[in-house]
């Protein structure tokens, strides 16, 4: 702490931050600062010495409390903005501030609303971000950033999918400040023109831009180009879902994002160049030079945070050497979070503000204590060692936080880490070097293919690693489990890097209390049971029968891949086995199929997928406890009546919304519970 005062103002206005956001009140902010403001007048107005001496706490709490108050004030700052659009406006105008690119049915859009337009061609000031979707042709392909369209305002507020356990995307589109989403199809909206945003970040974006279609028009291979652009400028929309996942699952998913070992990385290539100024007697001069370098550098990567907080760190400790000053990481580090936090204190929900910043605190905390143990005398292995000690060191405080996030632990990590990290300094400056001769037009095949052989490398490596056995384990863990590892963390840490043996005492008590904790109150696991999940696209089932887990989907044409990912978090929390595609005719424990008929844990299932039952009749109606109705049916609930007695109706996602609307209208009318997937959520029925 004394080495480090930033950690003093640091962690009070974490906590500030995190109460307002989970907890949001107008009074408590008022009424730390006035706590923090008694807690100072205790430590002040006392005259006699031994008094003050003995209330020399007071000073800290209140700081504490300030900053705290602090916290909590710059969330309420940022709240104040989320507030909802006004009505009675029929058009606005709003600018592209990113596109995303093609996915799936659709062209995400990133804007933000500047002018609402009322019927009397009355505008209004506006500065509300909003998620476009917008239906794939030319014109939505060729938007850019600083373009300006026109449409007719039709938003819904970001919500969230509403299978278990996915992701909650609303709070994170929230603390993006994107409140609000809409399709456009292709004649509901106009582009109207082109101009650039005049702030800084926006002049950033738009070189970002410059440099991706300078990297996209290179002669390399497609995964090559992508892997470039993810490594040099952090873009990886380029990148597909499958390799994304390889990465993850090799651990080498912190090499994808822009981050302080790539900016490490640009600082030592910088030094390298700037070397020559030291047999100049010229050294200090190299500090200006290679701050100037290093947040040229963010401005090209569109100053994205994690590269700015990388940047203000060097900063300071260059700052340092420059003035003659010792530097305590740890101070810089907490330096460089308080000031981005104090600019936008959703920052700290960014899970790679979380993962950057824990990653160099386990650097600056478990190297010393590991390398003390693992180098020798040899300068071979020390290198060696030091590449693994930095992973290892890496991975103790952010392993955790990435299997939360990701349920993810990548088994071979260390070894991969050894393959790739010690390459990258030559892969991001070969990777430069194509870059500036493609820019000055000096086009080196030999440059190219050197470019091309290296990125393969690394795709090779990863590819390599998830194709094994037992690569990676999944794992679910809860935010208590969190505390439990920092707390554990806390306490080795004292036990052995400063040598306090009686913390071991306190860890071992710390582990014990969640341990009886998870005994009293055990994780509640499902067994059996049945799920029709919100997917837009395809009808997708999920049968759960104890160790028997199925996937089935009755549409022609079933994208399993995607239905493995829908499911993933949910089969993961509840320990069940890679899920099997079922057929159209399965027999296997509790669950039947034979098309359209399903038998399920004694449940009768009809899956409605053609009008062949019209105009028929039975004088015996057979029972169904379910009929899910599929995109291919075309006819009425009531062609069912004089053959089947239904007692619930379900409407998957995929299912148009005139379509699904009239269907359960319908069911009203003919007074049969009816659960449309796409309003009321996924359908889940497990125990």
């Not at 939505?140 to 600083?146: E, F, N, P, Q």
């Not at 456009?184 to 909206?189: A, D, G, M, R, T």
């Not at 030592?268 to 010229?282: D, E, Q, S, V």
């Not at 007692?647 to 209208?665: D, H, T, W």
Request: aromatic letters at 12%; one cysteine or more; proline letters at 5%.
């Amino acid at each position: 702490m004394q080495s480090a005062p930033f950690i003093r103002l640091t962690v009070p206005f974490i906590i500030g931050i995190c109460i307002q956001d989970f907890r949001p009140t107008a009074e408590l902010p008022l009424a730390c600062v006035l706590w923090a403001v008694a807690a100072l007048l205790c430590g002040i107005i006392p005259r006699n010495a031994v008094v003050r001496f003995r209330l020399r706490p007071a000073f800290g709490i209140s700081v504490f409390l300030f900053f705290c108050a602090a916290g909590m004030f710059s969330v309420q700052l940022r709240q104040q903005l989320e507030a909802p659009l006004p009505d009675g406006y029929t058009r606005c105008i709003a600018r592209i501030d990113d596109n995303k690119g093609e996915k799936g049915r659709s062209i995400a859009c990133t804007a933000t609303i500047k002018q609402l337009i009322a019927p009397e061609q009355k505008y209004r000031r506006c500065e509300q971000k909003i998620q476009l979707y917008f239906q794939p042709n030319s014109s939505s392909r060729a938007l850019i950033l600083g373009d300006y369209i026109i449409f007719t305002p039709n938003l819904s507020p970001v919500s969230n999918s509403s299978n278990p356990e996915s992701f909650d995307y609303a709070s994170y589109a929230r603390r993006k400040g994107i409140l609000y989403s809409q399709y456009l199809p292709e004649q509901s909206w106009r582009r109207l023109g082109h101009l650039p945003e005049k702030n800084l970040k926006a002049k950033a974006l738009q070189y970002r831009n410059g440099w991706i279609n300078l990297i996209s028009g290179m002669p390399l291979q497609e995964e090559s180009l992508a892997l470039l652009n993810a490594l040099l400028l952090g873009n990886t929309d380029m990148i597909t879902s499958h390799r994304r996942e390889a990465f993850s699952e090799a651990g080498l998913s912190h090499i994808l994002a822009v981050s302080g070992l790539h900016t490490g990385i640009i600082w030592w290539l910088l030094a390298g160049l700037f070397y020559p100024l030291t047999r100049l007697n010229l050294s200090r001069l190299r500090y200006p030079f290679l701050i100037a370098g290093l947040w040229v550098y963010a401005f090209v990567t569109g100053l994205s945070p994690s590269v700015v907080r990388a940047c203000i760190m060097a900063t300071f400790i260059l700052t340092g050497s420059l003035i003659r000053r010792k530097v305590n990481l740890l101070n810089s580090l907490f330096a460089a979070a308080f000031f981005m936090l104090l600019y936008q204190p959703y920052y700290l929900f960014d899970i790679g503000f979380q993962l950057s910043y824990l990653a160099v605190l386990s650097i600056a905390l478990f190297y010393p204590v590991i390398a003390r143990k693992v180098m020798g005398k040899s300068a071979f292995r020390n290198k060696i060692a030091g590449i693994l000690t930095v992973s290892l060191a890496a991975q103790i405080g952010t392993l955790p936080v990435a299997a939360y996030y990701f349920h993810t632990v990548p088994i071979l990590f260390l070894f991969t880490n050894m393959l790739v990290v010690p390459l990258l300094p030559i892969i991001l400056g070969v990777g430069i070097l194509t870059c500036t001769a493609t820019g000055l037009h000096f086009h080196l095949s030999w440059l190219y293919h050197l470019t091309d052989a290296l990125l393969h490398y690394v795709i090779s490596v990863t590819e390599h690693t998830s194709s094994l056995p037992g690569h990676v384990w999944h794992v679910w863990l809860e935010p208590r489990h969190l505390i439990l590892y920092g707390g554990i963390l806390y306490f080795l840490y004292h036990a052995v890097a400063l040598r306090k043996k009686r913390h071991i005492v306190f860890g071992w008590i710390f582990a014990l209390f969640f341990l009886i904790y998870d005994t009293i109150v055990p994780l509640k696991r499902v067994s059996t049971g049945w799920i029709v999940y919100q997917d837009n696209t395809q009808t997708v089932l999920h049968f759960i029968d104890r160790k028997n887990n199925f996937l089935y989907s009755p549409d022609s044409v079933a994208d399993y891949e995607s239905i493995r990912k829908t499911s993933s978090n949910f089969r993961i929390k509840n320990r069940l086995p890679e899920p099997v595609a079922a057929t159209d005719t399965l027999l296997s424990g509790n669950l039947f199929i034979r098309r359209p008929y399903i038998f399920f844990d004694h449940k009768r299932i009809l899956v409605l997928d053609s009008v062949s039952w019209r105009n028929k009749t039975s004088e015996y109606h057979l029972p169904l406890d379910y009929v899910v109705i599929t995109s291919a049916y075309k006819g009425r609930i009531a062609d069912l009546q004089p053959l089947f007695s239904i007692k619930q109706v379900i409407i998957p996602a995929n299912i148009s919304y005139f379509k699904s609307y009239g269907l359960e209208r319908e069911c009203r009318q003919l007074h049969i519970p009816c659960h449309a997937v796409r309003s009321a959520g996924a359908w889940v029925e497990v125990r």
